[in-house]
């Protein structure tokens, strides 16, 4: 089932502790969360991300085990299996590595 679409830009900061956070507040049950992604061209070492969920409407967080690294700097479409009974998502920038990351047509599934 679709439960909406989404677009947003994100930077992580030069730091190693920096990420940046991309928390969608749309609570309901979710199996799926199906992204577009891409980076900027001259950020040629790509961008890593993590998917993070939490159970009970974002009390407590758990990151999942998965990174997936994005290279292209044309959108290619992402989807992420999620545990069972997750309410909330939030995509994470990770590694602090300063890299610009473009997410497109964010969809919450059933």
Not at 11 to 18: F, L, M, P, R
Not at 39 to 67: C, H, M, P
């Amino acid at each position: 089932r679709f439960e909406g679409s989404k677009s947003i830009r994100a930077k992580s900061g030069a730091s190693a502790e920096a990420t940046a956070r991309i928390e969608i507040q749309d609570a309901g049950e979710y199996n799926v969360v199906e992204f577009a992604a891409c980076i900027y061209g001259n950020d040629v070492l790509g961008a890593k991300i993590r998917i993070e969920y939490t159970f009970d409407n974002g009390t407590t967080w758990q990151a999942s085990d998965n990174i997936i690294t994005i290279n292209n700097t044309t959108l290619e479409t992402y989807r992420v299996k999620l545990p069972e009974g997750v309410k909330r998502i939030a995509i994470v920038v990770v590694e602090g590595s300063g890299r610009r990351v473009n997410f497109d047509d964010i969809k919450l599934m059933k």
